[in-house]
């Protein structure tokens, strides 16, 4: 049974950083492609940061472009979104996801939250101003 684990939410106040964990386990072998989502409270969830894990090839959501950055390590995998120059508009639960097959990438941006995906139970990240 696959699990993912997610760790390092926190409050932080704006301008802050942080970095979320998410461990996987349960799969066969490292899942091809790796996310990083996010939902609002009242919001839908929206693609944060996707990775493919071979290649290491990435792709954010417009409003995290140039301050978050997902990272993976293998030995302990891990994968990673280090998160720089918080907002209070970051405030959400923060959802690891993996995508065995890189199946969500298909026809489309791979920051979409298609059922393809596993998910974590999520960490939640509070930025005030």
């Known amino acids: 049974q696959v699990h993912l684990m997610e760790s390092g939410g926190g409050s932080v106040q704006a301008g802050g950083s942080l970095r979320l964990s998410c461990v996987y386990s349960g799969y066969t072998s490292r899942p091809n492609c790796m996310a990083w989502f996010r939902q609002a409270l009242g919001k839908e969830r929206e693609g944060v940061a996707h990775l493919y894990t071979g290649s290491l090839r990435t792709e954010y959501g417009d409003s995290v472009k140039g301050r978050f950055t997902i990272s993976q390590d293998n030995a302990k995998k891990t994968v990673y979104l280090q998160m720089n120059s918080l907002k209070p508009g970051d405030t959400a639960m923060y959802y690891c996801?993996?995508?065995?097959?890189?199946?969500?990438?298909?026809?489309?941006?791979?920051?979409?939250?298609?059922?393809?995906?596993?998910w974590g139970q999520g960490t939640q990240v509070t930025v005030s101003s």
């Open positions: 996801a993996a995508d065995k097959y890189c199946s969500a990438t298909v026809g489309g941006s791979s920051l979409r939250p298609l059922p393809y995906y596993d």
